[in-house]
């Protein structure tokens, strides 16, 4: 994958190869979160989407990246706004509640351009 980013996609991550291997793998996790109900995944897709979910792939990368790195993948929401004289918090919660995890872990607009014409992000739902 390493190798599709550098050479088709022309990427510009400037850390070490590992780093590069590490984000590209959390990127296609959730690549493949996004397709799963379609049965495939970033390495069982047919050749015929091959490229456009391997520019999901990098397009997801360069945004965790843009976002704070695989670190931020980890990391929890804010706790707290102000804007002006209003503010905002967070009440503390267990650790069971769910939450909405980052930015990061959602599917980035470009790669999901990338993606909807193959219809593998389609949930079977259609308006006549």
């Known amino acids: 994958?390493?190798?599709?980013?550098?050479?088709?996609?022309?990427?510009?991550?400037?850390?070490t190869e590992e780093e590069l291997a590490l984000l590209l793998f959390r990127a296609a996790d959730i690549v493949d979160n996004a397709?799963?109900?379609?049965?495939?995944?970033?390495?069982?897709?047919?050749?015929?989407?091959?490229?456009?979910?391997?520019?999901a792939v990098c397009a997801q990368a360069d945004f965790i990246e843009a976002q704070g790195g695989a670190?931020?993948?980890?990391e929890s929401a804010y706790?707290?706004?102000?804007?002006?004289?209003?503010?905002?918090?967070?009440?503390?919660?267990?650790?069971?509640e769910n939450t909405s995890g980052t930015s990061a872990e959602v599917l980035c607009p470009l790669a999901q351009s990338y993606l909807v014409p193959t219809g593998l992000l389609y949930r079977g739902v259609t308006v006549v």
């Open 1 to 15: 994958m390493t190798g599709f980013y550098h050479n088709q996609w022309n990427g510009s991550f400037d850390g």
């Open 35 to 55: 397709i799963s109900i379609s049965g495939y995944t970033v390495k069982t897709v047919p050749q015929l989407w091959h490229d456009r979910v391997y520019k």
């Open 71 to 74: 670190e931020s993948l980890t």
């Open 79 to 96: 706790s707290s706004v102000t804007l002006g004289k209003f503010s905002y918090t967070k009440a503390a919660s267990n650790a069971s």
